[in-house]
């Protein structure tokens, strides 16, 4: 593929709820193109852009793809994206580098949950929204009710651009309501006309309110229009065409993906009115004098910003990016501006897919890929040494759910952490962690799904196999009361013996008070030099369980008093001895099982709030409060014990519909209700023996 001037590039991300046909629109876009020499099938597996094995199984998108090609004269890099929740961090990316956000909506499930999320985070950026209302084709499709949704959702800005021809299985053509003029098709052929007797009252008055509501954006043309001096089809658009840049105006079309009605009229419309890398805001960038802004200029200092990574076993990274200033060539040195080293790109190519194509440079404004660079992650600025700046990175979305996993053998668990890391590399959404108070490996991810998809292409790309477990909780122990013990150590061999003997006082600190060892004894009771000995036994045994197997937390010890032998007494006795003296201490202290408590943050639709309060009391929550976020929904703060929220994720998606989101961390501890302690202690003996 030739380069291209940056205002002649479109970097368009397609967006919108999961089976709306945004995989089916790349490939009508790319067949009409030419950029492909057959139509792809989600339902064979074989579209472009889902080429991942996990994907081909599941006919669903997981991860983001570039699918460029070449039309009127412009270069219009499509990026896919996933639908569903548990890949939203690949929109964040998509979105990271996007221009123009085109929404597919289908026209028989209207707006969904995740094209509502999608748009929130489109508007969050600014990025400009355009609407492809697709699958008109479909039994049940409604575009009148749709573009209602879509007012509805989304605000006065939405503004259709055309009108149906026909419904369902007879849908056949666009009414354009700029030309008012009629688009028919054949077999994806188009055809123009007038329009038919029947459409034209209630196009005109469409017609006229699309007109009005282009005319507002502009002071002059405004004057003419009241003037009855209605501008021309050219004037409306690049009108139009400011709206959508500044996103205060929202187009929507319409047509069939898998009929190719309508495709190369929206292939038009991102050319026309879709902004360029040039018309787009300058990219603010972090420098040591502070955030300045930098141009989309191909002939400035060299700037890349890279939105994803790609892990192939065999060609290793990948890096996608997109140029911001200058143009990068073939083996130029760029500097990394988080490790502070240099990378050498040494083949620059684009792709298509999983299809490789190699260019000769990639100006500003361009998408492009590179090998190789092992020491650059997403979200990593590429830079010339002379202009060390560093781009914003996108959020990342926090994980929501986690499993445990163990290797199933010992070769997996030699190769476990190296593949994970690699993965991580690839999914900036997945974390991985080792619990050093449960000794589990953890894995967390935004869904069921994903970790499923994870485990996967861990044993398909790297061969490693696990076996899941469920996230053990931390819980903990404490004392109420205050008790004294004596822990006495006497062993007799065939020379030394070993012999000590500690007494000690347990006393409950407050929460969070941590261990506190004092030592009281006087007279010589016990040795200077053995003293600490006691501290070291008696802090081993609190970490190692107390009376019900947990980690001993907010704990007084005093050791007052002891005895010692002048020749068997040695620090391994007293050790001994204290560790000893503990554990008949704790029986007698009245213990009790502290459970760890999550601050909860739930965001929910208000008609939902109730549902979710329910939800919460169930779970043993105590809701401290709830306020108005805007836009409809409600943010719900509870104190909720970490126990219950292990598939928190799951189900908070199963009672809203998939219109909840949460945050939750650790918070403190609080006393675990008696009635609850057989089930812990079981469930924590079952873990601990492999059940």
């Known amino acids: ?197 029947g459409m034209v009252p209630a196009e005109h008055e469409v017609h006229d309110a ?27 658009e690049a009108t139009m065409a400011k709206g959508v840049a500044e996103a205060t105006v929202f187009p929507v079309v319409c047509g069939s993906a898998t009929r190719r009605v309508g495709v190369d009229r929206l292939a038009s419309f991102i050319c026309e009115i879709g902004p360029s890398p040039v018309d787009r805001p300058q990219v603010k960038v972090q420098a040591a004098g502070g955030e300045h802004p930098v141009a989309a200029d191909a002939t400035g200092a060299p700037l890349a910003f890279v939105f994803k990574t790609l892990v192939d076993p065999y060609v290793g990274k990948v890096s996608l990016f997109k140029v911001l200033s200058g143009t990068v060539r073939p083996d130029e040195n760029l500097l990394n501006t988080r490790t502070k080293s240099e990378e050498r790109l040494h083949g620059l190519f684009g792709l298509l897919g999983k299809e490789h194509f190699d260019v000769g440079e990639i100006p500003a404004g361009d998408i492009g890929a590179v090998a190789k660079l092992n020491g650059t992650l997403t979200n990593d600025t590429l830079v010339a040494r002379t202009m060390p700046v560093t781009v914003t990175p996108f959020p990342i979305p926090v994980p929501v759910l986690s499993t445990g996993i163990k290797p199933r053998s010992k070769g997996d668990e030699d190769k476990l952490m190296t593949a994970l890391h690699r993965l991580q590399d690839e999914d900036v959404t997945l974390a991985v962690r080792r619990d050093d108070e449960t000794h589990q490996t953890l894995l967390s991810g935004m869904g069921e799904t994903h970790l499923a998809i994870v485990l996967e292409r861990l044993t398909r790309k790297f061969g490693v196999e696990v076996d899941q477990e469920a996230v053990r909780v931390p819980y903990r122990e404490t004392v109420t009361a205050s008790a004294e013990a004596e822990g006495k150590y006497k062993k007799q061999t065939g020379g030394h013996g070993q012999f000590g003997v500690a007494m000690i006082r347990l006393e409950p600190l407050e929460r969070g008070g941590g261990f506190q060892f004092v030592d009281e004894v006087v007279g010589g009771a016990i040795p200077r030099q053995f003293i600490p000995a006691v501290e070291k036994g008696v802090a081993e045994t609190m970490a190692q369980g107390g009376h019900y197997g947990f980690p001993v937390v907010d704990l007084r010890v005093v050791c007052f008093d002891g005895k010692y032998h002048p020749v068997d007494s040695s620090e391994m006795s007293f050790k001994m001895a204290g560790s000893l003296a503990l ?100 469930a924590t003996d079952r873990a601990r023996v492999g059940v």
């Open 1 to 197: 593929m030739r380069s291209f001037p940056s205002s002649a590039i479109r970097n368009v991300a397609l967006v919108g709820h999961g089976g709306s046909g945004k995989t089916s629109l790349v490939e009508a876009l790319l067949y009409g193109a030419g950029a492909v020499s057959r139509m792809g099938r989600t339902e064979d597996g074989t579209t472009t852009t889902d080429f991942d094995a996990e994907a081909v199984k599941r006919g669903i998108s997981v991860s983001l793809a570039v699918a460029p090609f070449e039309w009127e004269g412009r270069k219009i890099n499509l990026i896919d994206t996933p639908g569903y929740a548990d890949f939203i961090g690949e929109v964040h990316a998509a979105l990271a580098v996007a221009d123009l956000a085109v929404f597919v909506v289908s026209a028989v499930e209207g707006v969904e949950v995740q094209t509502k999320a999608a748009w929130r985070l489109a508007a969050e950026a600014g990025i400009p929204r355009l609407v492809f209302v697709n699958k008109l084709d479909r039994e049940r499709a409604s575009f009148e009710r749709t573009l209602e949704q879509l007012r509805s959702a989304f605000g006065a800005g939405v503004a259709p651009l055309e009108l149906p021809i026909g419904e369902e299985a007879d849908f056949r053509g666009v009414a354009d309501l700029l030309t008012e003029t009629a688009i028919t098709y054949q077999d994806g052929k188009a055809a123009r006309g007038p329009l038919e007797d």
């Open 210 to 236: 699309l007109v009005e509501g282009i005319v507002v954006a502009d002071d002059g043309l405004m004057e003419r229009y009241l003037d009855a001096d209605v501008p021309g089809v050219e004037e409306l």
């Open 583 to 682: 554990k008949e201490a704790l029986a007698k202290a009245s213990p009790v099982i502290l459970e760890p408590i999550s601050l909860l943050e739930v965001i929910v639709p208000a008609v939902l709030q109730g549902d979710v309060m329910g939800d919460l009391n169930a779970r043993r929550g105590r809701v401290q409060g709830t306020d108005s976020l805007g836009g409809g929904e409600q943010v719900v703060s509870a104190f909720v014990p970490t126990a219950e929220l292990g598939r928190y994720a799951v189900d908070l998606r199963s009672l809203t519909g998939g219109a909840g989101r949460f945050s939750a961390g650790h918070d403190h501890y609080e006393p675990l209700p008696t009635h609850l302690y057989d089930k812990v202690t079981a």
